[in-house]
């Protein structure tokens, strides 16, 4: 099974409009980190907004929150009021502690990725 | 702070030749991660390192990559002997350990093998 899937391969929002871009996760790990990470065309990986698996509020930075949702195994991202410059590709990635090689491995689990397009 | 740093930047080779990528992680940071990025099959983790020791390498294509870290502050890939299937985008990225901790990318090296 999948760890992380987003199922919209593709989104379009309206500019000023918010959109959400949707994560599911899979862990039997009691802590874990999400994060949502930003690729835009020029092509570098730039973090959004992490949330901790203990965390009890939504993350939010700006305009970027984190409808996290523990039971449903969820952690949407949330963009408000999109602007032109939010055109690019969404990953959303879990962190787990594991233990591969009897240590903790710490790996990053990524999700195909979500390609959002702001239309003017 | 200086973020992750790659060089170079962009690579063009021919088929056959050695590639070596290199990376500088960010200061205080113990793990390290060598990524790969293709249209075809997304964001592959190739092989990361925990206190300088490899910790997975399972996503390693075959024999002809190589990976080190003989310090804290210095990783390479290696890609020796080079085929035009290894064009890709090559990421390094950095973090402390631990599950709340950011990992943090480089600018990645865009490989491309004629």
């Known amino acids: 099974a999948q760890k992380i899937t987003q199922t919209q391969p593709g989104m379009f929002v309206q500019e000023k409009e918010a959109v959400t871009l949707d994560c599911t996760y899979d862990?039997?790990?009691?802590?874990?980190?999400l994060f949502w990470y930003k690729q835009p065309s020029s092509g570098e990986m730039i973090f959004l907004i992490y949330?901790?698996?203990?965390?009890?509020q939504n993350a939010t930075e700006g305009r970027y929150s984190l409808n996290f949702q523990k039971a449903r195994k969820s952690a949407n991202l949330v963009i408000s009021a999109s602007q032109l410059g939010d055109s690019a590709m969404y990953f959303c990635?879990?962190?787990?502690?594991?233990?591969?090689?009897?240590?903790?491995?710490?790996?990053?689990?990524f999700g195909k990725g979500t390609k959002l397009s702001v239309i003017p | 702070d200086a973020g992750v740093i790659q060089s170079p930047r962009h690579e063009v080779t021919e088929m056959g030749q050695e590639v070596t990528l290199r990376c500088k992680p960010i200061?205080?940071?113990?793990?390290l991660f060598w990524y790969r990025q293709t249209m075809m099959r997304g964001l592959e983790l190739l092989i990361y390192?925990?206190?300088?020791?490899?910790?997975?390498d399972s996503g390693m294509p075959e024999d002809r990559f190589s990976a080190k870290m003989p310090n804290a502050s210095f990783s390479t890939l290696k890609i020796q002997p080079s085929e035009p299937r290894d064009s890709a985008v090559y990421f390094c990225?950095?973090?402390?350990?631990?599950?709340?901790?950011?990992?943090?990318f480089g600018p990645g090296t865009r490989l491309l093998v004629l």
């Open positions: 390192f925990n206190n300088n020791v490899p910790i997975d």
């Open positions: 990225a950095s973090s402390r350990l631990g599950v709340q901790e950011t990992q943090y």
């Open positions: 990635a879990m962190r787990e502690a594991g233990s591969l090689s009897g240590a903790g491995s710490y790996q990053l689990t």
């Open positions: 200061s205080g940071h113990n793990s």
């Open positions: 949330q901790g698996s203990y965390d009890e």
């Open positions: 862990t039997s790990d009691q802590s874990y980190g």
